[in-house]
């Protein structure tokens, strides 16, 4: 078992930064590929980045390429989200989530078996 607990979503205008927390605990946290997701209002959760158990390799959605970033601390057991730029279709639910699979499906949600509950980043233009 594997506990997530994301922080750091709020409110900020267009342009500016977030970053985004989530603390695991339970089974060892790096031998878990872990993932940010996302779901705005009316769509489907949809993926955001991913990192490899060791933080070696990273994968993100077109979408934010270029503007986030994600990076991990396996001694302190947690993961993060660095989101610059932020645009108004950046709101959303944002979740972290862990997967023991492999590395070459870490952008499907159906691959993670653990999941935080969220925290809301509402981006204002």
């Known amino acids: 078992q594997v506990q997530l607990v994301e922080s750091g979503g709020g409110l900020v205008q267009a342009g500016g930064s977030l970053r985004l927390s989530c603390a695991a605990s339970?089974?060892?946290?790096?031998?878990?590929?872990m993932g940010w997701f996302r779901r705005a209002p009316g769509k489907e959760r949809e993926f955001v980045a991913a990192?490899?158990?060791?933080?070696?390799?990273?994968a993100y959605a077109d979408s934010v390429k270029g503007r986030f970033t994600i990076s991990r601390d396996n001694a302190k057991n947690t993961v993060y989200l660095q989101m610059n730029t932020l645009k108004p279709e950046d709101t959303a639910v944002y979740y972290c989530?862990?997967?023991?699979?492999?590395?070459?499906?870490?952008?499907?949600?159906?691959?993670?078996?653990?999941w935080g509950q969220g925290t809301q980043v509402t981006v204002s233009s």
């Open positions: 989530a862990a997967t023991a699979t492999t590395w070459a499906v870490v952008r499907s949600r159906d691959q993670y078996g653990y």
């Open positions: 339970g089974r060892t946290f790096s031998s878990y590929h």
């Open positions: 990192i490899t158990r060791s933080g070696g390799s990273t």
